[in-house]
C-alpha cells in the first residue's frame, strides 16, 4: 500500500467514522496478516504459505519450538490451548529454578516422555505412564547426563508429582517447589497472553452460553457454539511458555535461560525489558548541555552498592547466556517504547558484534515508523514491523488521535501533525476478570471446554514494540517452516517494512 493509499485511508475513516468518542470504523481482526504476506484474501484467508507448512506438518515435519519468555499466559485459551507445550512450559516467577505449572500426573503419556527426555536419554519408549513409585525409585545417578545445569530441579518435580492431590505420600516431606507449585495459584497475564496470540493463535469452536432473560416472558438460557476465527502468524507453530515476573531479577532470567538452552528452540521472544542496573544509571555526561534533565554531584555511583554489583554481575551472565543461545536459536527482543538512541536491554545487544540478537522497532503497515519507536540504526541488527500507532504530544512530534473526539465533525484529516490509523492490532486476552480487556462476567471454573459466558473479552488491542516482536517472532517461525523450497537468504533490508518476504532471508 503506497503512503498515499495510506493517507487516504485515513481520511475516509475519519469522515465517514461512527460518531462518538473512542469509536472506529470497523475493520478486519486479522489485518495485519494480508500486509505481512502471510495470506493473499481477508475474505478467504488463502495463503499459500499456510498451506506448504501444513504439507509439512502432514508430510511428518515437526512444528517450530517458539519460546515466548513474558509473563505467565492464559494456555487454556480456546484459540492458543491447542498450540501450548504444556509438557515444557515452566514458570520461573514462582521459584527460581522453575516449577511446571502442569503436573507430571495432568499429562498424557507423550508428553510425559517429553519431559522425561529433558534431563534423560532414554534408551527404550516408557511403555506406560510411570507410577510415583517408578519416579521415586529412578536412582539420581542416572540423570543429568544432558543438562547438569537443570536435570536435578526437574528430577525433583518429577519426584514431588504425588504431593497436593489425594493419595499423594503422607510419609515424606515435599520439596520447596512442590509447596510453592501446590499454594501459589498460576494466574494468566495479559502481556504474555497477547504476545503469544499474534504468533501462533488458531481458530476455534466454542460453547457460549446466554444468559436466563426475564422479560414479559422468561426465556432459558441456551448454549450455541460460536466461531472464533482468529488466527496468528503461525497456526503451525508450538509455543513454550516461560514465565517472568514484568520485572524480574536476573537470578530468574538466568534460571529460565539455562532451561530454555536445553529445548533448542526455534526461536526466542523477549517482548519486554529487563532492567539490568544501566537502565537506572544516568547514561549522559552532566555537564552535555544537550542532555535537558538536571544531573549533578548528588548522581548514585550503582558500582559502590555491594547488592546492585552482585545484580550487575548476574546480569552479565545473562547477556552472555543469551548471546550463546542466539547462535543457535533465532532471537528477537523489543527494542523499547522511547524514541531514543538507547535501546532497552537485551534489545541492545544487537549493536555488538560478539552474537546474533536482533532488536524489533514498530512501524505501520507502509514502515513508517511509530511516534513511541526508537530510530532505526542501520548499523546494529535492528527490523521495523506493524503495530499500533498511540498519540504523542512533545517537543519531537505531534500524533492525534483523531478518534478520542466525541463529534464527528471535529474528526478532521489534520495539517502539520500525523494521526493514528484507525486499525488497531489485535490479539488474544486472558479469560475472565483479569487482562487488558476484562470481562464483566464473574469466572467458571477456567475449564478448557466449559461454555463460555461472552466472547468479547477474549480478544484485545495491542501495541508497542512489544507488540512488533511478537509480529518478528511468528513471521521468523513461519520462514523457519518453509525454508529449504527456494534460495532465499540474503541481507534483510532494514529500511523497509520486515514481512515474511523479509523473514524468508533469514534461513
Known amino acids: 500500500m503506497s503512503n498515499d493509499n495510506n493517507s487516504a485511508l485515513r481520511a475516509e475513516a475519519v469522515a465517514n467514522g461512527p460518531q462518538g468518542r473512542h469509536l472506529r470504523p470497523e475493520f478486519e481482526a486479522c489485518w495485519h496478516l494480508k500486509d505481512l504476506g502471510v495470506v493473499s484474501s481477508l475474505e478467504s484467508f488463502e495463503s499459500e504459505a499456510w498451506d506448504l507448512a501444513e504439507s509439512k506438518i502432514n508430510g511428518g515435519a515437526k512444528s517450530p519450538l517458539v519460546v515466548v519468555m513474558d509473563t505467565p499466559l492464559d494456555a487454556g485459551h480456546p484459540n492458543l490451548a491447542r498450540n501450548i507445550d504444556k509438557a515444557l512450559m515452566r514458570d520461573f516467577s514462582v521459584l527460581y529454578e522453575g516449577v511446571f505449572p502442569t503436573p507430571s500426573f495432568d499429562l498424557s503419556l507423550q508428553d510425559f516422555q517429553k519431559r522425561l527426555a529433558l534431563v534423560k536419554v532414554l534408551p527404550d519408549p516408557v511403555p506406560h505412564n510411570l507410577t510415583e513409585a517408578e519416579i521415586k525409585a529412578l536412582p539420581n545417578s542416572e540423570w543429568g547426563k544432558m543438562h547438569p545445569e537443570i536435570s536435578g530441579d526437574i528430577l525433583r518435580d518429577l519426584k514431588d508429582a504425588s504431593f497436593g492431590r ?196 514498530a512501524c505501520d503497515e507502509v514502515g513508517e515508523e511509530l511516534s513511541y519507536s526508537p530510530p532505526l540504526n542501520k548499523e546494529w541488527r535492528m527490523i521495523k514491523t506493524i503495530s499500533t500507532q498511540l498519540p504523542r504530544s512533545d517537543r519531537g512530534e505531534t500524533v492525534i488521535d483523531n478518534f478520542a473526539y466525541e463529534l464527528a465533525e471535529l474528526r478532521k484529516e489534520p495539517s502539520g501533525y500525523k494521526t493514528v490509523t484507525p486499525r488497531d492490532l489485535i490479539t488474544l486476552d486472558p479469560r475472565g476478570r483479569q487482562g487488558y480487556n476484562p ?69
Request: hydrophobic share 45%.
Open 166 to 361: 489425594p493419595g499423594g505420600d503422607p510419609q515424606e516431606e515435599p520439596s520447596l517447589a512442590a509447596k510453592r507449585r501446590n499454594f501459589a495459584k498460576y494466574v494468566p497475564g495479559a502481556h504474555g497472553t497477547a504476545v503469544a496470540g499474534i504468533i501462533a493463535s488458531i481458530p476455534a469452536e466454542m460453547p457460549v452460553q446466554s444468559a436466563v432473560s426475564f422479560g414479559e416472558t422468561i426465556k432459558p438460557s441456551e448454549t450455541v457454539a460460536v466461531q472464533l476465527a482468529y488466527a496468528g502468524i503461525n497456526p503451525f507453530a508450538r509455543i513454550v511458555p516461560i514465565s517472568l515476573t514484568a520485572a524480574p531479577y536476573p537470578d530468574m532470567v538466568l534460571g529460565a535461560l539455562n532451561y530454555i538452552s536445553a529445548l533448542k528452540p526455534d526461536v526466542i521472544v523477549v517482548a519486554a525489558a529487563w532492567a539490568d542496573g544501566r537502565d537506572l544509571a544516568p547514561q549522559h555526561d552532566p555537564d552535555d548541555p544537550t542532555w535537558t534533565l538536571e544531573q549533578n554531584e548528588d548522581d548514585v555511583d550503582f558500582s559502590n552498592d555491594p547488592a546492585l554489583q552482585v545484580d550487575s554481575d548476574i546480569w552479565e551472565e545473562v547477556a552472555q547466556k543469551l548471546k550463546d543461545l542466539s547462535k543457535v536459536s533465532t532471537v528477537v527482543c523489543a527494542a523499547g517504547n522511547v524514541d531514543a538512541e538507547q535501546l532497552v536491554f537485551p534489545a541492545r545487544l544487537c549493536a555488538e558484534d560478539d552474537n546474533n540478537i536482533w532488536a524489533v522497532t
Open 439 to 507: 470481562s464483566s462476567m464473574p469466572s467458571l471454573s477456567g475449564a478448557e471446554d466449559e461454555p463460555l459466558l461472552e466472547i468479547g473479552s477474549l480478544f484485545s488491542r495491542f501495541s508497542g514494540t512489544s507488540a512488533a516482536t511478537a509480529v518478528a517472532g511468528g513471521l521468523l517461525s513461519l520462514a523457519k517452516m518453509l525454508h529449504g523450497n527456494a534460495n532465499t537468504k540474503g541481507a534483510v533490508d532494514p529500511d523497509v517494512l520486515f514481512d515474511l518476504k523479509q523473514a524468508m532471508k533469514f534461513y
